[in-house]
């Protein structure tokens, strides 16, 4: 397809992430060509260690790992069989190293990492430790591929935390290609806005917990990813806009023959890339600063998860290429939102990919300028090939036809011309509060702007007590604090959603303010979310008092509390009693962690700034 000349807001924010990035890219550029100057490495191994590393081998293999002739594909699984969306990765494992035998190669299970269950956590204090998972993902992603035994990584993981984690593992290895091969999700059941709905009646209690459970299993009821546009689904749309999935492969559902042929396809083609042959494609280069900018532009476009404005600007660091979040708003105000799937619409990503998917998506950000061509991809050089889709033949070979011009159901998707609204749907404010961020797709347009007095609560089961006491009369702001990184591990907030959207829809204007998360599900309550400098650091959040009138703007992106300037300033910092948060459900083990996390606009990570993380 014929390229158009690129947006010029899309070309100045990528010079300028480039320019910001320079000193701290080139040193990681550096550090993974040295890392990558002799391969297979391997065979530069002591003898004692090579036969510790193909020890429990089959012959075949083992032959081809001494003679050192064929490529060695190291896993890394996230497998585990309580998540759904990472169930059908059990038998992953041997479908990968039957695929690599036949394509000449050798694939290992190089380690696995952990892998929660926001879904199961929430509310609950497990939640606590959600975020911080990702790092210890990161880290054990290093540990599996420290024997240095690979010429190629492939990676298993779907959901929240984890993807992420894969990512920053893998670039800390970027002299090796690597491939994200997912799962698919689960297939439709109870509509999202049925479940919604019997949420919201539970929390009035008009109807009682069989009910509730009845409808939440008849929506998570099989294996794959939730169908719902969280950030597990967020995540898969991210891998295939910035080339890590082969095409077409985020939203085919589990279990499947083209499934099962897409995988197939993943390890050939981390086979086919490696340092052996011909084209090489190490991961720390395909992903520099123009896939970075492609994945911001592809997030707003999709109305995607608020939790990869922390993600991603831990995942680019990790490359050496620094991002703020004004590159997001600014990126924002050129990209048209093209998706309603829910909590944005009543749709599935069942019914996203039915539409026309990524390749529509694709397509039409490419077609108005807004997304780099000419980058690598796990197929090579160009994402125009990402305009296609996955087919089977009448053999069951794979093979790939371009996706579709139109879309199939403009209530769901629709082109860059006619976009549901012109803008992204995440804003970035700033103001005396400090820098969040609000997620406005889902939003009513008037309800953009709330300016109402403060409800200040330390905790999300506070509010719910009130709630449930009758207490949340007239407009207001809720502001829970003390939900930051450093205070408790930043957890999500789900369980505020269900209250506050019984009291909009009573009429009451509502907003919430918090430095903690509420990630993909962010719905229809205005919330201004990872307020930064938290209220454990004494930022301004840790300020307000009940009855201050507070603004909460996504038009001009403010975030204010409207107090007399000199008031302001002379007020102390209230304080909170957080240990309670800091031990049980091995959360104790976690004080290193909220010691050394930095804070959300700079990706509240524990690791340090780009181009300054150690490389393998």
């Known amino acids: ?98 695929a690599a035998r036949a394509a000449g190669g050798v694939a290992l299970v190089a380690g696995g990492v952990p892998a929660m269950c926001d879904g199961i956590t929430q509310g609950e204090a497990g939640m606590e430790l959600s975020l911080f998972s990702r790092d210890v993902i990161a880290l054990s992603t290093a540990i599996a591929l420290s024997h240095q035994t690979f010429d190629a990584a492939v990676f298993l993981g779907i959901c929240d935390k984890i993807v992420p984690g894969l990512v920053i593992g893998a670039l800390s290895f970027g002299h090796l290609p690597a491939v994200f091969i997912p799962s698919g999700p689960m297939t439709s059941g109870l509509s999202n806005t049925e479940k919604s709905k019997v949420r919201q009646l539970f929390a009035e209690g008009k109807v009682g917990r069989d009910a509730l459970l ?21 995540n898969q749309m991210l891998m295939e806009i910035m080339g890590l999935h082969l095409p077409g492969a985020s939203f085919v559902t589990p279990d499947t023959p083209l499934r099962d042929a897409l995988t197939r396809a993943a390890v050939e083609r981390a086979l086919a890339i490696t340092a052996l042959g011909n084209d090489p494609i190490p991961a720390g280069r395909m992903l520099d600063e123009k896939a970075f900018v492609n994945a911001i532009v592809g997030l707003h476009a999709t109305g995607g998860s608020t939790n990869h404005t922390l993600h991603l600007v831990a995942m680019a660091a990790a490359g050496g290429i620094s991002l703020t979040w004004d590159d997001f708003s600014e990126l924002a105000e050129v990209t048209p939102l093209l998706a309603r799937v829910y909590p944005n619409g009543t749709a599935d990503v069942n019914h996203f990919h039915a539409a026309g998917g990524m390749a529509f998506v694709i397509r039409e950000l490419l077609s108005a300028g807004l997304l780099h061509e000419d980058v690598e991809t796990v197929l090579g050089r160009g994402l125009a090939a990402y305009t296609r889709e996955p087919m089977l033949g009448e053999d069951g070979s ?70 449930k006491a009758g207490e949340l009369a007239g407009d207001f702001v809720a502001v829970v604090r003390f939900q930051g990184p450093k205070a408790n591990g930043m957890p999500e907030l789900h369980k505020l959603m269900p ?116 490389v393998e």
């Open 398 to 467: 794979l093979g790939w036809r371009e996706g579709p011009a139109t879309s199939g159901d403009e209530a769901v998707l629709r082109g860059a011309g006619t976009p549901f609204q012109a803008t992204g749907g995440l804003k970035v404010l700033d103001g005396n509060m400090g820098r969040a961020v609000i997620k406005t797709s889902a939003v009513a347009p008037e309800r953009h702007v709330i300016e109402a007095p403060a409800r200040v609560f330390h905790a999300q089961e506070d509010l719910q007590a009130a709630f």
């Open 214 to 234: 009845e409808a939440e299993a008849k929506s998570y009821h099989g294996p794959g990813t939730c169908t719902f546009y969280g950030t597990a689904n967020t």
């Open 499 to 614: 209250p506050l959207g019984v009291l909009q829809d009573r009429g009451q204007k509502v907003a919430l303010v918090t430095d903690g998360r509420l990630s993909g599900a962010s719905g229809k309550v205005p919330s201004a979310i990872h307020v930064t400098p938290e209220a454990a650091e004494g930022g301004a959040i840790a300020r307000i008092r009940d009855g201050d009138v507070m603004r909460v703007d996504a038009v001009s992106g403010r975030l204010e509390v409207l107090v007399p300037p000199g008031e302001w300033a002379a007020r102390p910092a209230a304080r909170a009693d957080l240990s309670a948060h800091h031990t049980g459900v091995g959360r104790d083990l976690f004080a290193a962690f909220r010691a050394a996390v930095g804070p959300a606009d700079q990706g509240a990570a524990i690791f340090g700034a780009a181009g300054d993380m150690a």
């Open 1 to 98: 397809m014929a390229q158009p000349t690129l947006n010029a807001r899309v070309g100045e924010v990528t010079h300028r992430i480039a320019a910001r990035s320079r000193a701290g890219r080139a040193r990681y550029l550096d550090r993974i060509a040295e890392a990558g100057a002799h391969r297979p490495h391997r065979q530069a191994l002591g003898c004692a260690n090579q036969a510790h590393g193909f020890a429990a081998c089959g012959p075949a293999d083992k032959a081809m790992l001494r003679a050192g002739q064929g490529a060695s594909i190291g896993i890394v699984t996230a497998y585990n069989d309580m998540l759904s969306a990472h169930q059908p990765y059990e038998r992953y494992p041997q479908l990968i190293r039957e």
